[in-house]
């Protein structure tokens, strides 16, 4: 059953969620701009290492998005 | 899709339509659910932006190893007179590619690095007065001493050029690019 949840309710979770996916994504922005310059200098060991956390951050930011249509769907 | 004249909301206060305030009759437009649709169509765009991150980590993972570099031929690049009379010497190594420079910072101290800045790959030109390397694209520059960036945007240092010394003559042994 999905839950009863105030219109206000709504926007501070939406908040939430909005600021975490925001953050990661800029986590991300962070992730390929240090692994570019790794990469340039001829260090590549950090490329697997990254990629799994990023992969990481885009697995979390599909689950809140999944999250956040739930939520949408849900009654006032 | 409702059909006209039927109300698929279901308001605040659970009543119908018709019980609703006179205002929400005649704006039946719910601005903050407005507003919400369009901020979730902006979460879908972000985690869109996030995808492609994930990409592009993957694709730079998938390039693979750097190409094995090396043995590094050893090349001759002055003599240890000519490099301390004219302080700078630019030569190529470990190929034709490879613009290079070899300085001579004092008396019996030499080092060289590759002359592409490692910002966008413009020629470094030698200021030895000030200590230091210029790239003229973006005011970039590199300390003589040790090739590290000390001021605008690059961030690496130059590549390493390892040199050795044998009877006055100095060779270029080994080319070195690094990260820090």
């Not at chain 2, 369009?38 to 869109?48: M, S």
């Not at chain 2, 800045?117 to 003229?136: I, M, Y």
């Amino acid at each position: 059953m999905r839950p009863i949840l105030t219109r206000r309710q709504k926007d501070t979770i939406f908040v939430g969620i909005f600021c975490v996916v925001a953050l990661l994504v800029v986590l991300q922005l962070w992730l390929l701009t240090a692994t570019m310059n790794a990469y340039l200098g001829g260090d590549r060991s950090v490329a697997w290492p990254a990629a799994a956390a990023s992969a990481g951050c885009l697995a979390v930011n599909l689950w809140l998005l999944r999250r956040l249509v739930y939520l949408q769907g849900a009654r006032d | 899709m409702s059909a006209p004249g039927e109300d698929p909301r279901v308001y605040p206060d659970r009543r119908p339509l018709p019980e609703q305030p006179h205002w929400r009759q005649d704006f039946p437009t719910d601005v903050p659910e407005d507003d919400h649709v369009a901020r979730r169509e902006f979460v879908k765009f972000l985690v869109l932006t996030s995808g492609a991150f994930a990409a592009g980590q993957c694709w730079l993972a998938l390039a693979g190893p750097a190409p094995a570099r090396g043995p590094f031929p050893r090349t001759r690049v002055a003599t240890a007179a000519e490099l301390e009379e004219r302080r700078a010497i630019e030569f190529r190594y470990p190929d034709e590619h490879e613009p290079c420079l070899a300085l001579c910072l004092g008396p019996g101290r030499y080092v060289a690095y590759g002359q592409k800045c490692s910002h966008l790959a413009c020629a470094v030109v030698p200021h030895l007065d000030r200590g230091e390397l210029h790239c003229p694209c973006h005011n970039g520059s590199f300390e003589a001493d040790n090739g590290r960036p000390v001021a605008g945007p690059p961030r690496r240092p130059l590549p390493l050029v390892h040199l050795e010394v044998t009877d006055g003559v100095v060779y270029a042994t080994g080319f070195e690019p690094r990260t820090i």
